[in-house]
């Protein structure tokens, strides 16, 4: 599966070649820890090379399935993002570290090595692209369970505990 998402270097065409891929729950599946439930994204890259100069620009567009903060239920929620690149090749120095090529990110890949792997950026900008808070909209979330969250009933089960048979006994001490 993780080839899916993968540039080949080797032989590519000067100028503008285009890709298309769909990332579905096997693919975020690989990843240890995924939030993610379920996945509906086509991932469209557009790579142009000129001479030694290869740029990637890459969109993200579907659904992700996650689970609702409030009620633990699936919530899907849309993503649409994107992410530019530029690829060098060769070791990557301790001062380019945070570098940046006009406003896209620097990927360094191995002299020779042939594969431009997008698996683990698609990835990491998928995750990114989601809300902190994840839930549904208001009246989305499953009754029985927000019948719990919701404070008048936390309240009522206090003083259901306040007719307990211990609370004639605080009436006593009140009398004193």
Same mark, same amino acid.
């Given at each position: 599966m993780k080839e899916i998402l993968t540039v080949p270097m080797n032989g590519l065409a000067s100028g503008r070649t285009e890709f298309r891929w769909y990332a579905g729950k096997a693919f975020f599946a690989q990843f240890e820890n995924s939030e993610i439930l379920d996945a509906d994204l086509t991932v469209d890259a557009v790579v142009e090379k000129s001479g030694d100069y290869i740029g990637v620009d890459c969109e993200i567009d579907g659904s992700l399935t996650v689970l609702c903060d409030r009620?633990?239920?699936?919530?899907?929620?849309?993503?649409?993002?994107?992410?530019?690149?530029?690829?060098?090749?060769?070791?990557?120095?301790?001062?380019? !570290?945070?570098?940046?090529?006009?406003?896209?990110?620097?990927?360094?890949?191995? !002299?020779?090595?042939?594969?431009?792997?997008?698996?683990?950026?698609?990835?990491?900008?998928?995750?990114?692209?989601?809300?902190?808070?994840?839930?549904?909209?208001?009246?989305?979330?499953?009754?029985?369970?927000?019948?719990?969250?919701?404070?008048?009933?936390?309240?009522?089960?206090?003083?259901?505990?306040?007719?307990?048979?211990f609370a004639s006994l605080k009436d006593l001490m009140n009398k004193e």
């Open positions: 009620c633990l239920e699936d919530l899907v929620m849309p993503v649409s993002t994107g992410f530019m690149l530029s690829v060098k090749f060769g070791a990557e120095t301790a001062e380019s !570290e945070e570098e940046m090529e006009e406003g896209r990110e620097i990927v360094y890949l191995k !002299e020779g090595e042939g594969v431009l792997d997008l698996c683990q950026i698609v990835y990491d900008y998928a995750c990114l692209s989601l809300p902190i808070q994840r839930f549904h909209e208001a009246g989305g979330c499953n009754p029985v369970v927000m019948q719990y969250l919701n404070p008048q009933v936390v309240q009522e089960s206090a003083e259901s505990c306040a007719e307990t048979p």
